[in-house]
């Protein structure tokens, strides 16, 4: 099993940043993508950004140059830096990680900005 705990979610108003953290922790070897997922209300969750332990990165045409993910192998613990944030960032954002075949989620933060 794979415990992913959030952490830095809170109130920003608009253009402003939040940097979000996910620690894993368990069984932890071979997970291999990790990332981040938003879900507003009424709406269903959607993919923000992932990162594999490589390194290569995806992102969601709305976030591309504005977010940033990143990755601590060492400390398996994976990052998403949010600039430029817009009310429709408004979400609870979920971590992600992927192990063999199983994925596992956090609890979610949530994120509001702020008009």
């Known amino acids: 099993q794979v415990q992913l705990v959030e952490s830095g979610g809170g109130l920003v108003q608009a253009g402003g940043s939040l940097r979000l953290s996910c620690a894993a922790s368990g069984t932890i070897f071979s997970i291999n993508t990790m990332g981040w997922y938003r879900q507003a209300p009424g709406k269903q969750r959607e993919l923000v950004a992932t990162?594999?332990?490589?390194?290569?990165?995806i992102y969601t045409d709305s976030v591309k140059g504005r977010f940033t993910i990143s990755r601590d192998n060492a400390q398996n613990t994976v990052y998403l830096l949010m600039n430029s944030l817009k009310p429709e960032d408004t979400a609870v954002y979920y971590c992600?990680?992927?192990?063999?075949?199983?994925?596992?989620w956090g609890q979610g933060t949530q994120v509001t900005v702020s008009s």
């Open positions: 990162i594999t332990s490589g390194g290569s990165t």
């Open positions: 992600n990680a992927k192990r063999l075949a199983a994925m596992y």
